[in-house]
């Protein structure tokens, strides 16, 4: 079956230190996204990517980092220097818009981080 | 640049009433809108989806929703609630042309009384 894999499903950390979030598709979509949810907040985007070795910055990018090395993977790393990271992320992937196909974003699990 | 507002972050309706879930948006371009759910500690499932053509859309679940343009609206029914139906849905509006992004809504929390 296709679809976004995300792990792991809980994430703990100590604060001070980096983690980095795992995220593989296997729909053959070429722009993935990273969100991060937040109650009552709905999702604000952190980066996305529209081909490999190339992602954007989105709203809220500060502390954050990614790599895009295939085109099936997207994994975000969450930087000391992130203020608050405990926080719900989601993981995304679409077609592209050049590709005449409505873009619907299809979603992972998510995984729930915690830092204490 | 796009934006959308959800009104009712929370809304409650009993089982087997009309549920109604409201979306405006703001654009320059035509949109495209989008509804998910998301369940508890999960991801979010696309309910529908209004690119062109018919304004009515029907989705999965027994949802659908219509794009009214003239009130820049694309609010979400259903016309008898089920327990199945709690959950978290938000609204979604392409960031236009050029690029795939979305703008979404701050979500509405639906609660159905047995």
């Known amino acids: 079956d296709g679809g976004i894999t995300q792990s792991p499903k809980y994430l703990f950390r100590k604060e001070g230190q980096n983690v980095t979030l795992s995220c593989e598709q296997n729909?053959?979509?070429?722009?993935m996204y990273w969100y991060r949810q937040d109650p009552g907040q709905g999702l604000r985007l952190i980066y996305y990517?529209?081909?490999?070795?190339?992602?954007q910055k989105g709203d809220i990018a500060e502390g954050y980092s990614v790599s895009r090395e295939k085109k099936e993977s997207f994994p975000l790393t969450v930087t000391s220097a992130q203020k608050n990271p405990t926080a719900f992320y989601l993981c995304?992937?679409?077609?592209?818009?050049?590709?005449?196909?409505?873009?619907?974003?299809?979603f992972g699990p998510g995984t729930r981080l915690t830092v204490t | 640049a796009q934006s959308v507002t959800q009104l009712g972050s929370h809304v409650s309706v009993s089982e087997g009433a009309l549920v109604l879930l409201r979306c405006n948006y703001s654009?320059?371009?035509?949109?495209?809108l989008f509804w998910y759910v998301q369940y508890p500690n999960q991801g979010l499932q696309l309910l529908l989806k209004?690119?062109?053509?018919?304004?009515l859309v029907k989705g999965i679940n027994g949802f659908e929703a219509e794009f009214k343009k003239s009130e820049t609206s694309f609010h979400l029914t259903k016309p008898s609630a089920h327990m199945s139906d709690a959950a978290e849905y938000f609204c979604?509006?392409?960031?236009?042309?050029?690029?795939?992004?979305?703008?979404f809504g701050t979500g509405t929390r639906l609660t159905i009384i047995p």
């Open positions: 995304a992937s679409s077609t592209l818009y050049t590709s005449g196909t409505p873009y619907e974003q299809y």
């Open positions: 729909l053959n979509h070429d722009a």
């Open positions: 990517s529209q081909i490999v070795n190339d992602f």
């Open positions: 654009s320059s371009v035509p949109p495209y």
């Open positions: 209004y690119t062109t053509g018919a304004t």
């Open positions: 979604a509006v392409s960031d236009g042309f050029g690029n795939e992004k979305l703008t």
